[in-house]
T-cell receptor, first 113, second 116 residues
Framework: GQQLNQSPQSMFIQEGEDVSMNCTSS?????WLWYKQEPGEGPVLLIA?????ELTSNGRLTAQFGITRKDSFLNISASIPSDVGIYFC?????????????FGKGTLLTVNP | NAGVTQTPKFRILKIGQSMTLQCTQD?????MYWYRQDPGMGLKLIYY???????DKGEVPNGYNVSRSTTEDFPLRLELAAPSQTSVYFC???????????????FGDGTRLSIL
């Protein structure tokens, strides 16, 4: 099956710092998604990417769909304490089903005020 | 806006008991999914459905069953609970997109299940 490698596994940063995390895949995807999960809640969609090379922003968040369709990154600028949570990348379509998502294992972000 | 609603939020079961995790969505989405999330891991797909009356296995279906009699509801059943099924279960839904892209999945808040 398709595999996603998400890195880093965890990050411990100071408020105001920028953050970068990425995902790489052994096969291509048609869609890349980035979700955030806070304790006791389900994942919430942050950014959806539909085209290779696409660069999309959502406030302080920026994500890109890699040209090879096998990778994506998420940047968070000027981090704040409420950015704390687990960030998941997910790939959809490509060599697998158009319906199903393949998830990375997540990046745990801790922000020191 | 309700979105995807899961019940119960928490449950403790004894080994061998059975139970049904409920999931309902009010967005008229065709596609629905059940995932489990174990500590330090991403979400793994258990079962999914592309419409009422149609279900299919995901990555980790053993020990579970599903049904989809209506567009809104997609219950997940555990027949003989085992300790390995202790996990957090998430239901999600989405609608078809255009071409090869589907609309993103929307998740419920999860059911935390412990099997003792």
């Amino acid at each position: 099956g398709q595999q996603l490698n998400q890195s880093p596994q965890s990050m411990f940063i100071q408020e105001g710092e920028d953050v970068s995390m990425n995902c790489t895949s052994s096969s291509i995807f048609n869609t890349w998604l980035w979700y955030k999960q806070e304790p006791g809640e389900g994942p919430v969609l942050l950014i959806a990417l539909y085209k290779a090379g696409e660069l999309t922003s959502n406030g302080r968040l920026t994500a890109q769909f890699g040209i090879t369709r096998k990778d994506s990154f998420l940047n968070i600028s000027a981090s704040i304490p409420s950015d704390v949570g687990i960030y998941f990348c997910a790939g959809q379509g490509g060599g697998g089903s158009n319906y199903k998502l393949t998830f990375g294992k997540g990046t745990l972000l801790t922000v020191n005020p | 806006n309700a979105g995807v609603t899961q019940t119960p939020k928490f449950r403790i079961l004894k080994i061998g008991q059975s139970m049904t995790l409920q999931c309902t969505q009010d967005m008229n989405h065709n596609y629905m999914y059940w995932y489990r999330q174990d500590p330090g891991m991403g979400l793994k797909l258990i079962y999914y459905s592309v419409g009422a009356g149609i279900t299919d296995k995901g990555e980790v279906p053993n020990g579970y069953n599903v049904s989809r009699s209506t567009t809104e509801d997609f219950p997940l059943r555990l027949e003989l609970a085992a300790p390995s099924q202790t996990s957090v279960y998430f239901c999600a839904s989405s609608s078809p997109g255009q071409g090869f892209s589907n609309q993103p999945q929307h998740f419920g808040d999860g059911t935390r299940l412990s099997i003792l």
